[in-house]
């Protein structure tokens, strides 16, 4: 079996914001018919949830291959943050604890994290914008990547204010795209064309206390407040792997400055520091990004990291 055709997949997996085909009308154009599927609201560490999930269906013998994609048109129509189609909706649900108080986008929502973290711990925007000089550099690399332009400090700057201390250029790239990973049994995987990369542990979608805010059962300068406890559960005890490269969730500058500050990489608070000292270029110890992720490659809800990663780890990536 030289490679893995679209009959072969039993299995699918997707999750969406109400922007997105579910499984079964693609698996319907695909001309597959599913032994199991799901289709789920997320975002963030939802690839990596679904991945758990989909070596789980096949080690329990629900389906042999799973597709696990997420497609998107978040530049043309259904942009986040009330542009377009998406801001005529009333807003319910979960809505109801966050619209009133202006808290509508993502930007909204970590704004008061990050202004946290530059008052207690002195972290200032032109370290934090680091990050987005050092993404832009690596998807200048990347013929996939929708900027490949190479951003300075000071263009990050001086771009406008979206939600203070965000600026424009602090914000990751707004994309329709569709990406999608193929996932199966180690036995299956080895007559496949691609070399196999094994999968030795998932965390994913792990909350708070509460999912609406950043500060009822953790300080708020935490990613999320629940970044330490995915790293004790992806690395329990002293086991704790730190890999040469790294590939963290850049909705923002600071999120991807906050990661690295909470799984470990560097201490709480040196975060800003860490990420300025060129460590997270090509070419420094920990370089991060390196296609250029959601700050300038596109914006996939973490999909493209699990796939940079995949390409790096088969050695395709150059």
């Known amino acids: 079996m030289p490679g893995s055709e679209a009959s072969q997949v039993n299995g699918m997996l997707s999750y969406h914001g109400g922007d997105s085909c579910v499984s079964p009308e693609v698996a319907s154009d695909l001309g597959i018919r599913l032994d199991f599927y799901m289709d789920c609201s997320g975002g963030g560490s939802s690839t990596e949830a679904l991945i758990g999930l989909a070596t789980g269906a096949i080690e329990v ?8 994609f997420r497609s998107m048109n978040g530049y043309s129509e259904v942009r986040i943050g009330g542009t377009g189609r998406r801001a005529a909706r009333a807003g319910g649900g979960s809505q109801l604890l966050s619209r009133p108080y202006g808290m509508v986008s993502a930007g909204q929502s970590f704004a008061p994290v990050f202004m946290r973290h530059m008052m207690e711990y002195g972290t200032t925007s032109a370290q934090v914008a680091a990050v987005k000089v050092a993404h832009s550099k690596h998807a200048s690399n990347n013929p996939k990547a929708y900027y490949k ?63 609406d805010t950043f500060y009822n059962d953790a300080p708020i300068t935490l990613w999320l407040g629940s970044t330490p406890r995915r790293a004790s559960l992806v690395w329990p005890g002293s086991n704790r792997r730190i890999s040469i490269s790294t590939g963290s969730y850049d909705a923002f500058t600071f999120t991807t400055m906050l990661q690295l500050e909470d799984y470990g990489f560097c201490k709480k608070g040196e975060g800003g520091q860490y990420v300025s000292s060129g460590i997270i270029e090509l070419g420094g110890k920990r370089p991060n990004n390196l296609n250029g992720g959601h700050l300038c490659e596109g914006y996939t809800h973490g999909m493209n990291m699990v796939i940079e990663n995949t390409r790096q780890l088969r050695g395709q990536a150059r």
Do not use: F
Request: charged residues 25%.
């Open 61 to 68: 013998g629900m389906c042999e291959t799973v597709a696990i």
């Open 149 to 211: 332009k190479r951003y300075t400090i000071e263009d990050v700057l001086n771009s406008r204010w979206i939600c203070k201390p965000l600026h424009l250029l602090d914000c990751c790239v707004e994309t329709d795209n569709a990406t999608a990973i193929i996932v199966t049994s180690a036995e299956r995987a080895r007559d496949l064309r691609q070399r196999p990369i094994y999968i030795m542990g998932v965390v994913g979608r792990v909350t708070k206390a509460r999912g």
